[in-house]
């Protein structure tokens, strides 16, 4: 069975610094892994995707994320966050028959 | 490309009345849509998956009688709440997903369901 982990629930970061927001998956088939991204009161928008390839994937708004299958890890990273970076953000692995199985989320607060 | 809209963006009822929440994918066909619930500051929940021309297939724990889903054509999906109680009350968020797709799915903006 797949599953998502999201190790912070919560990551509070000034305006213009790096920030990581962690996830750990489990699967026992092809890893297919997403990140996205909510804000408030609307649907998700997808930030990025691993399929296969480099392990390290570049995204929409500065934000990349690398595929490590030793750690089974998939680590959201931007080198340099902006106020509108505000958000929930959710990390994701394919399950059967494709559908999507979310961790549990991080917020992400950016302060000036 | 690949918008999902969903209609209403809120709506508040009566216990014991139905809603309908439609999902249409705009500029692409979606032949497998999915319905997820969530509650506030949780993940989203998938409650079930559904193909056009087909009947939805339903998570474990979602009441088919209850939550009644009909993906009509390629670009839309209802789900019917029916006989709605307070405790249905949740942000109902869709997706689709291209023929062709590897696996990416497209997210509509959610419904806000309030019930009294």
């Known amino acids: 069975a797949q599953s998502v982990t999201q190790l912070d629930s919560q990551v509070p970061v000034f305006e213009e610094a790096p920030v990581e927001l962690r996830c750990n998956y489990s699967?026992?088939?092809?890893?297919?892994l997403f990140w996205y991204v909510q804000y408030p009161n609307q649907g998700l928008q997808l930030l990025l995707k691993?399929?296969?390839?480099?392990?390290l994937v570049k995204g929409i708004n500065g934000f990349e994320a690398e595929f490590n299958k030793s750690q089974t890890s998939f680590h959201l990273r931007k080198p340099s966050v902006h106020i509108s970076d505000t958000a929930e953000y959710f990390c994701?692995?394919?399950?059967?028959?494709?559908?999507?199985?979310f961790g549990q989320g991080t917020e992400l607060s950016v302060k000036p | 490309g690949a918008v999902v809209s969903q209609h209403p963006s809120r709506v508040i009822c009566k216990s014991g009345t139905s809603v309908k929440i439609e999902c249409r994918s705009l500029?692409?066909?979606?032949?497998?849509m999915f319905w997820y619930r969530q509650f506030p500051k949780q993940s989203l929940m998938l409650m079930a998956t559904?193909?056009?021309?087909?009947?939805?297939?339903?998570e474990q724990g979602v009441e088919k009688d209850k939550f009644l889903i009909n993906h009509a054509s390629l670009t839309l999906s209802t789900l019917t709440v029916t006989s709605a109680h307070p405790e249905d009350s949740s942000f109902y968020i869709c997706?689709?997903?291209?023929?062709?797709?590897?696996?990416?799915?497209?997210f509509g903006p959610g419904t806000r369901l309030t019930v009294l």
């Open positions: 994701a692995v394919r399950g059967q028959g494709g559908k999507l199985i």
């Open positions: 699967s026992s088939v092809s890893v297919y």
């Open positions: 691993y399929l296969s390839g480099s392990t």
């Open positions: 500029d692409f066909q979606a032949t497998t």
């Open positions: 559904s193909n056009e021309g087909s009947k939805a297939t339903y």
């Open positions: 997706s689709g997903k291209f023929v062709t797709s590897t696996d990416t799915q497209y």
